[in-house]
């Protein structure tokens, strides 16, 4: 990589990136971790081995906590809980977009109905930015009000083969 005039290399090179990916395989079985296995059974991890995890988790839904062997052969995915995060910038987004594009169409609409596109066309570019940072600022704060889990997915120890779903079996 060039960095102004000298060339710059990575002092970690591969064995960096083998010490990364050691230490990502094994952050799904440590104890105390909150883990959901193949999508829907979320559980904290009380003790892992080779063979799987022993989950505390309420299983069935709402029937309280118990402790639930899960072997790594019959899991399709692994993911570790890693915090939450909110959504103000997607709403945003989201707010501007809606709002700039209703106004705007609806000014260009009123504009040739009324033949005035002439003189109003600064006033519609305008009015067309101020609604959509208004209803920008709106998406950003319902986004802020939504707040969704974040899920790592870390590797199946032993491997994780193709396994294909049958539909009905």
């Known amino acids: 990589m060039i960095v102004g005039r000298r060339v710059v290399r990575p ?8 010490l990364f990916l050691t230490a990502s395989s094994v952050s799904g079985q440590q104890p105390g971790d909150s883990v959901r ?9 009380v ?3 080779s063979a799987g995890l022993l989950l505390s988790a309420a299983y069935p839904p709402y029937a309280g906590l118990r402790n639930l062997e899960v072997p790594y052969a019959g899991m399709r995915s692994l993911e570790v809980w890693g915090g939450t995060r ?5 709403g945003f987004k989201l707010g501007f977009v809606a709002g700039a594009i209703t106004t705007g169409g609806l000014g260009w609409l009123f ?3 009324y ?8 006033s519609i570019v305008a009015a067309t930015v101020v609604v959509g940072l208004l209803t920008g600022i709106a998406g950003s704060l319902i986004g802020l009000a939504i707040e ?14 193709l ?6 079996a």
């Open 163 to 168: 396994r294909l779903e049958v539909p009905g």
């Open 86 to 90: 909110r959504h103000g910038g997607r």
């Open 11 to 18: 002092w970690f090179g591969s064995a960096g990136v083998f």
């Open 115 to 122: 033949d005035s596109c002439d003189r109003d066309a600064s």
């Open 148 to 161: 969704t889990d974040i899920w790592n997915p870390v590797p199946i120890p032993g491997g994780l083969s």
């Open 111 to 113: 504009c040739y109905a």
């Open 37 to 45: 296995v193949s999508g829907d059974l979320v559980g904290v991890v």
């Open 47 to 49: 003790d892992a081995d």
